[in-house]
């Protein structure tokens, strides 16, 4: 099947290869790509042949979180339809989450936003050590919503506080101290990384590997429907707010927020 922002294909070994690929894009999260990126993990999940997935991503960054086109448009949106698209991206973070095959993440370039959602949902995130990430939706007078039990059962509640309000940016090295990475390694070392990541895998039984993702999840923080619906909900409440609506005004006409206080 052809897809129009991803690229898909399984090798002879059972290893699919899942590729964002709207490099002149950044890789950002449009409504398409949700859409995708949603069919192709229930496909993925559901095909026997598949023993892992490596999502990874075109171009210099790996994902830059949400499409611009996709935020004009919820600019433009009343209240239900937005927390129709944010339930849209909510529900293609658990179809990845929930991928009863192990994921590994490779990361050759910087990831905001939702990008920092899909490290989350990764079982395993390799990253090249010139990367950058970080949470920068309080710059924009928005919160971490749909991805936020995502990056809590992967860092922890303590980490992810700061992380949550500062919209700091991190290096490698800091995400990787917080939790967000697995590896950290040259860009020149990164394939041969993630080989080595995947190797493992393709010498148990996968059947057993889905159960014990199953299992390792189960035995963490819920994330129920009741939790989405939550936070589909809390960010529908702050896209109608003063700061929201200052926020994504600035950043679209490529100025500095009014509550920004200069350096």
């Given at each position: 099947?052809?897809?129009?922002?991803?690229?898909?294909?399984?090798?002879?070994?059972?290893?699919?290869?899942?590729?964002?690929a709207?490099?002149?894009?950044?890789n950002?999260?449009?409504?398409?790509?949700?859409g995708e990126?949603?069919?192709?993990?229930r496909?993925?999940?559901?095909?026997?042949?598949?023993?892992?997935v490596?999502l990874?991503?075109?171009?210099?960054s790996?994902?830059?979180?949400?499409?611009?086109?996709?935020m004009?448009?919820?600019?433009?949106a009343?209240?239900?339809?937005?927390?129709?698209?944010?339930?849209?991206l909510?529900l293609?973070?658990?179809a990845?989450?929930?991928l009863p095959?192990?994921?590994?993440?490779r990361?050759?370039?910087?990831?905001?936003?939702?990008?920092?959602?899909l490290?989350?949902i990764?079982?395993?995130?390799?990253?090249?050590?010139?990367?950058?990430?970080?949470?920068?939706?309080?710059?924009?007078g928005l919160?971490?919503?749909?991805?936020?039990?995502?990056?809590?059962?992967?860092?922890?509640?303590?980490?992810?506080r700061?992380l949550?309000?500062?919209?700091?940016?991190?290096?490698?090295?800091?995400?990787?101290?917080?939790?967000l990475?697995?590896r950290?390694?040259?860009?020149?070392?990164?394939?041969?990384?993630?080989?080595?990541?995947?190797?493992?895998?393709?010498?148990?039984?996968?059947?057993?590997?889905g159960?014990?993702k199953?299992?390792?999840?189960?035995l963490?923080?819920?994330i129920?429907?009741?939790?989405i619906?939550?936070?589909?909900v809390?960010?529908?409440d702050?896209?109608?707010?003063?700061?929201?609506?200052?926020?994504?005004?600035?950043?679209l006409e490529?100025r500095?927020?009014?509550?920004?206080?200069?350096?």
């Amino acid at each position: 099947m052809t897809y129009e922002t991803i690229r898909v294909s399984v090798d002879c070994r059972g290893v699919a290869a899942l590729t964002l690929a709207r490099p002149d894009k950044h890789n950002a999260l449009s409504g398409t790509m949700i859409g995708e990126l949603t069919t192709v993990a229930r496909l993925l999940g559901a095909d026997t042949a598949v023993r892992a997935v490596v999502l990874a991503a075109d171009g210099v960054s790996f994902c830059a979180g949400g499409d611009l086109g996709w935020m004009k448009a919820q600019i433009e949106a009343d209240r239900a339809g937005r927390m129709a698209e944010a339930r849209r991206l909510a529900l293609m973070f658990k179809a990845l989450n929930d991928l009863p095959k192990p994921v590994i993440a490779r990361v050759q370039g910087n990831s905001f936003g939702g990008g920092v959602g899909l490290l989350c949902i990764a079982d395993v995130a390799v990253a090249a050590e010139t990367t950058k990430f970080g949470l920068t939706e309080t710059r924009l007078g928005l919160i971490p919503a749909t991805i936020s039990p995502y990056v809590v059962a992967r860092i922890g509640e303590g980490q992810a506080r700061p992380l949550f309000m500062s919209g700091r940016i991190l290096d490698a090295q800091a995400a990787q101290a917080a939790g967000l990475l697995t590896r950290v390694v040259s860009l020149d070392d990164l394939d041969a990384a993630v080989e080595a990541e995947i190797s493992p895998y393709l010498q148990v039984a996968p059947g057993a590997v889905g159960q014990s993702k199953a299992l390792a999840r189960s035995l963490g923080m819920p994330i129920t429907d009741e939790v989405i619906a939550a936070t589909i909900v809390r960010l529908a409440d702050v896209w109608e707010t003063d700061e929201a609506r200052e926020g994504i005004s600035a950043f679209l006409e490529k100025r500095t927020p009014s509550w920004r206080v200069p350096d």
